[in-house]
């Protein structure tokens, strides 16, 4: 049997995925613009789309392709009506980032409680100044997201001492978590909440969902950590927060613009953490997420269900024109 031909989206200047290794099972066509995409795409069925922000398949258009698989769990780059439309089968790279992500937020938030900043400041200025520190044990935490990544997360903070408020779409209740608050419910959480931690993807619903009148519900002691998408969190309004100290931290991970622009005024605050969305990325992991594709592309040759599946259309319920 022919091998099967492999669009490999990759972004312009980054680094392409190891699936050299596969050349025995595909033939590997990567592509980086817009043209070189139309090029590949006629008679092509399988694409690997290697980053989550890449315009070039919502742009151009999914032409012949069967099946996408994502190096991310998240489908931000799937988002469109033509896309979802065409009945394209996608699977995700789960069980890689979901763990990585809740470790990087029980450490921030054990940044935040121990003063670990300013106790790093002090050494560095050759300082001794005792002082007392947060517990993290009994905070309460308001979770913004019940999906892999979230549920990974509540698990590993109620684990470490801390109450979980997990928020999805709707109310239910779920094995693991417990109960799951509807989205209409947060703004009566959000005053008890010692911590909100957002763990959701950018639909239209989501864009902008943390304002400055939810942020104004906070309590004024209370830290904001963002895992989810950038613009899930209006980035002005926590400025303004911070800087009025109604806000008393925040750690980020994604932002409206990556890279964070050089001028961008987080960088030189003090009680905020810029991180390079980097949160998920543990060493060898660019490795796993081809092991992930490669145990997909041999079901997908012979014919077996693929792994780790998602539904566009659940995803897209509250993108116009969609469903």
């Not at 012949?64 to 439309?85: N, Q, R």
């Not at 089968?89 to 900043?117: H, Q, Y």
């Not at 801390?162 to 709707?170: A, E, I, K, Q």
Request: aromatic residues 4%; charged residues 25%; glycine residues 8%.
């Amino acid at each position: 049997m022919a091998k099967p031909k492999v669009i490999v989206i990759c972004t312009p200047g980054a680094d392409a995925p190891p699936v050299e290794r596969l050349s025995d099972e595909a033939d590997f066509v990567l592509v980086r613009t817009e043209d070189e995409l139309r090029d590949a795409l006629p008679g092509t069925q399988i694409l690997f789309l290697n980053h989550y922000r890449s315009e070039l398949l919502r742009t151009v258009g999914p032409g012949d392709l069967k099946w996408v698989h994502t190096s991310s769990i998240g489908v931000d780059a799937l988002m469109s009506e033509a896309i979802i439309e065409s009945g394209l089968v996608v699977s995700t790279s789960r069980n890689i980032c979901e763990r990585p992500i809740a470790e990087w937020v029980l450490g921030v938030l054990l940044m935040f409680v121990k003063d670990l900043r300013q106790t790093i400041a002090f050494q560095e200025a050759g300082r001794w100044v005792h002082r007392e520190t947060e517990p993290l044990l009994g905070r309460r935490v308001v979770l913004l997201g019940p999906g892999p990544v979230g549920r990974e997360i509540a698990l590993l903070l109620r684990a470490a001492g801390m109450y979980v408020d997990v928020v999805g779409r709707s109310a239910r209740l779920d094995e693991q978590l417990g109960p799951v608050h509807a989205i209409d419910d947060l703004d009566g959480l959000l005053p008890d909440a010692d911590d909100l931690v957002v763990a959701l993807p950018l639909t239209d619903a989501t864009r902008g969902l943390i304002d400055g009148r939810r942020l104004s519900l906070l309590q004024p002691s209370a830290r904001l950590v963002n895992v989810g998408r950038g613009p899930v969190v209006d980035e002005d309004a926590v400025l303004d927060a911070l800087r009025s100290g109604s806000l008393a931290g925040a750690a980020l991970d994604v932002f409206d613009q990556e890279p964070l622009p050089a001028d961008h005024p987080f960088w030189g605050m003090e009680r905020v953490l810029v991180s390079p969305h980097m949160s998920g990325d543990l060493v060898g992991w660019r490795d796993l997420v081809v092991d992930r594709f490669a145990t997909n592309l041999r079901h997908w040759l012979s014919g077996e269900p693929l792994e780790s599946v998602v539904d566009l259309r659940d995803s897209a319920v509250n993108l116009p024109g969609v469903g």
